[in-house]
C-alpha cells in the first residue's frame, strides 16, 4: 500500500512540476558539438604486427587528416545546418550571417581544423565565418581537460566509475557478450590465416586511471573497437569493397562491430565522473552560448572535436541515438549533439536536445541525406515534446562546466 502511495505522489508531483509551454516556440540561439569527418587511422601501421594477417589498404591522406570525401560529406551537414536553422527563423537562408552571429571553435588537430572549415565552406559559402583554434597539433585543454589538468582528477575515483558501469562478471562478462562480434572481426581479418592473428586469444582487461590520464581498454576489447572503426571508416570514405577488411567486410559487419566501438566509450567515456571531467571546457562554452541572447551575441555557437567528447557530453546528459548505419551511441563522422535555446509565447525558456548525423550509407555516397532526432534528458521531466527546462538544463551542464579551474 505503501508503495502504490509513493509511486501516485511522485506521479501527482510530476504532474504538477511540468511547466506549461504555450506555442509557438522561438528559436533564439543553438549550441553544436560535431565530430571531426572521415579520417585514416592516427598511425601507420594502422595496428600492430600479429592483428591483421595482411597489410592494411593505403590511404591517400596522411595518418589523421581529413579525407577529401570527408571534407566533401562535412560541406553537406554544413548546407543541411544552414537549412534548418533558416527554417528555425534564427539565420537567412542565403548570404553571409551578420558578423559575430557565427561562432566556430576547433581543436588544434589538422582533421577537425579541416573539418571546421568545411563545415563553415557549406554552412555560408564564400562568407568570413572564422574558424577559431590553437595552431595545429598544439594541445588544447578545451579538448582533453584530464590529460592538460584543467580540472581536478582522482584516478581512483575514475576507476570506480569504470567500475560502475561493468555488468557483473565485469570485463569478462563484457568480452563474452562481444564474442560474436570479435569472431567475425578475427575472420575478417585473418581471412584463410590460421596462426598469429586475431583478438579472440587476447584476453580483455582495463588499465587503472593515472593521474593526467583516464582508464584504458587492454586485450580483444581494445583492438577490437580500433579494428572496427578503421573498418567504418573504410567504408564512409567510399573505398572499393574489395579493400573494405580486405573484401571480407559486408556493409552489415561494419554496422555491428560499431558496437565494439561504442562499448569503449560507455566504459571509458561515458561514466558521469569521467564525462563531466573531461568535457568541462566544452561544457563550459555550451553553457555560455545557450543563456538569453544579448546584443552581438553569436545565435550559432559550433565547437569542432572528437568522437571522445561527444560520448562525454552523451555521458553527461544521459543522451542515446542511434543513426543508420552505426551502433547505438556511436559518434558518427561529422555527427553532432545540437542543443536548442527556445522561448515559448509566455517567455519561458527551454532547451531541446537532438543529435544530427549522416546516415552511414549518405556519407560513403556523399549524398545529402541527414538525420536529425530529438533526444530525451532523462534529469528533465520525460515529456512528449522532449524539452527541457533552461534552468533545470544550466544546472545539468554546469555540474560540469563549473568543473574547470579558474
Given at each position: 500500500?505503501?508503495?502504490?502511495?509513493?509511486?501516485?505522489?511522485?506521479?501527482?508531483?510530476?504532474?504538477?512540476?511540468?511547466?506549461?509551454?504555450?506555442?509557438?516556440?522561438?528559436?533564439?540561439?543553438?549550441?553544436?558539438?560535431?565530430?571531426?569527418?572521415?579520417?585514416?587511422?592516427?598511425?601507420?601501421?594502422?595496428m600492430?604486427?600479429?592483428?591483421?594477417?595482411?597489410?592494411?589498404?593505403?590511404?591517400?591522406?596522411k595518418p589523421?587528416?581529413?579525407?577529401?570525401?570527408?571534407?566533401?560529406a562535412?560541406?553537406?551537414?554544413?548546407?543541411?545546418?544552414?537549412?534548418?536553422?533558416?527554417?528555425?527563423?534564427?539565420?537567412?537562408?542565403?548570404?553571409?550571417?551578420?558578423?559575430?552571429?557565427?561562432?566556430?571553435?576547433?581543436?588544434?588537430?589538422?582533421?577537425t581544423?579541416?573539418?571546421?572549415?568545411?563545415?563553415a565552406?557549406?554552412?555560408?559559402?564564400?562568407?568570413?565565418?572564422?574558424?577559431?583554434?590553437?595552431?595545429?597539433?598544439?594541445?588544447?585543454?578545451?579538448f582533453?581537460?584530464?590529460?592538460?589538468?584543467?580540472?581536478?582528477?582522482?584516478?581512483?575515483?575514475?576507476?570506480?566509475?569504470?567500475?560502475?558501469?561493468?555488468?557483473?562478471?565485469?570485463?569478462?562478462?563484457?568480452?563474452?557478450?562481444?564474442?560474436t562480434?570479435?569472431?567475425?572481426?578475427?575472420?575478417?581479418?585473418?581471412?584463410?590465416a590460421?596462426?598469429?592473428?586475431?583478438?579472440?586469444?587476447?584476453?580483455?582487461?582495463?588499465?587503472?586511471?593515472?593521474?593526467?590520464?583516464?582508464?584504458?581498454?587492454?586485450?580483444?576489447?581494445?583492438?577490437?573497437?580500433?579494428?572496427?572503426?578503421?573498418?567504418?571508416?573504410?567504408?564512409?570514405?567510399?573505398?572499393?569493397?574489395?579493400?573494405?577488411?580486405?573484401?571480407?567486410?559486408?556493409?552489415?559487419?561494419?554496422?555491428?562491430?560499431?558496437?565494439?566501438?561504442?562499448?569503449?566509450f560507455a566504459l571509458?567515456?561515458?561514466?558521469?565522473?569521467?564525462?563531466?571531467?573531461?568535457?568541462?571546457?566544452?561544457?563550459?562554452?555550451?553553457?555560455?552560448?545557450?543563456?538569453p541572447?544579448?546584443?552581438?551575441?553569436?545565435?550559432?555557437?559550433i565547437?569542432?572535436?572528437?568522437?571522445?567528447?561527444?560520448?562525454?557530453?552523451?555521458?553527461?546528459?544521459?543522451?542515446?541515438?542511434?543513426?543508420?548505419?552505426?551502433?547505438?551511441?556511436?559518434?558518427?563522422p561529422?555527427?553532432?549533439?545540437?542543443?536548442?535555446?527556445?522561448?515559448?509565447?509566455?517567455?519561458?525558456?527551454?532547451?531541446?536536445?537532438?543529435?544530427?548525423?549522416?546516415?552511414?550509407a549518405?556519407?560513403?555516397?556523399?549524398?545529402?541525406?541527414?538525420?536529425?532526432?530529438?533526444?530525451?534528458?532523462?534529469?528533465?521531466?520525460?515529456?512528449?515534446?522532449?524539452?527541457?527546462?533552461?534552468?533545470?538544463?544550466?544546472?545539468?551542464?554546469g555540474?560540469?562546466?563549473?568543473?574547470?579551474r579558474?
Open positions: 500500500m505503501t508503495h502504490a502511495l509513493t509511486r501516485a505522489a511522485v506521479a501527482m508531483l510530476a504532474a504538477v512540476a511540468l511547466p506549461a509551454v504555450a506555442a509557438p516556440l522561438t528559436v533564439e540561439r543553438v549550441a553544436i558539438l560535431m565530430r571531426h569527418g572521415v579520417r585514416p587511422p592516427t598511425k601507420d601501421p594502422a600492430p604486427a600479429g592483428i591483421a594477417a595482411e597489410a592494411w589498404p593505403m590511404w591517400d591522406t589523421g587528416f581529413l579525407t577529401s570525401r570527408g571534407a566533401q562535412v560541406e553537406t551537414l554544413g548546407r543541411a545546418d544552414r537549412a534548418a536553422l533558416a527554417a528555425d527563423a534564427l539565420l537567412p537562408a542565403t548570404g553571409c550571417p551578420a558578423a559575430g552571429s557565427i561562432a566556430l571553435i576547433s581543436d588544434s588537430d589538422q582533421r581544423i579541416a573539418t571546421g572549415d568545411a563545415w565552406a557549406g554552412f555560408a559559402p564564400g562568407c568570413p565565418v572564422g574558424n577559431a583554434h590553437k595552431p595545429q597539433d598544439e594541445a588544447d585543454p578545451v582533453g581537460a584530464i590529460e592538460q589538468g584543467v580540472v581536478d582528477y582522482d584516478p581512483q575515483a575514475a576507476d570506480a566509475a569504470v567500475a560502475a558501469a561493468l555488468p557483473a562478471g565485469g570485463i569478462a562478462a563484457v568480452e563474452a557478450k562481444e564474442r562480434n570479435l569472431a567475425r572481426l578475427d575472420a575478417i581479418l585473418c581471412g584463410p590460421t596462426s598469429a592473428c586475431g583478438l579472440t586469444t587476447r584476453h580483455s582487461g582495463i588499465a587503472p586511471a593515472k593521474p593526467g590520464e583516464r582508464s584504458k581498454l587492454t586485450g580483444a576489447l581494445d583492438r577490437g573497437s580500433t579494428a572496427a572503426q578503421i573498418l567504418l571508416l573504410e567504408y564512409a570514405d567510399g573505398k572499393p569493397l574489395s579493400e573494405v577488411g580486405w573484401g571480407r567486410a559486408t556493409p552489415a559487419d561494419v554496422t555491428a562491430l560499431g558496437s565494439l566501438h561504442a562499448t569503449e571509458l567515456a561515458r561514466p558521469k565522473y569521467l564525462a563531466a571531467r573531461n568535457v568541462a571546457p566544452i561544457a563550459k562554452i555550451l553553457r555560455q552560448a545557450l543563456v541572447p544579448t546584443s552581438g551575441s553569436p545565435k550559432v555557437t565547437v569542432v572535436g572528437h568522437d571522445t567528447n561527444i560520448a562525454n557530453l552523451g555521458g553527461l546528459l544521459d543522451l542515446h541515438w542511434q543513426i543508420p548505419g552505426f551502433a547505438v551511441d556511436d559518434p558518427a561529422g555527427g553532432a549533439i545540437v542543443l536548442s535555446l527556445l522561448r515559448d509565447a509566455h517567455g519561458d525558456r527551454f532547451v531541446r536536445a537532438t543529435y544530427r548525423a549522416q546516415p552511414l549518405s556519407i560513403r555516397a556523399l549524398t545529402p541525406d541527414t538525420t536529425s532526432i530529438v533526444l530525451d534528458i532523462p534529469a528533465c521531466w520525460k515529456r512528449a515534446d522532449h524539452l527541457c527546462p533552461a534552468g533545470t538544463f544550466d544546472r545539468l551542464i555540474e560540469a562546466a563549473d568543473l574547470v579558474r
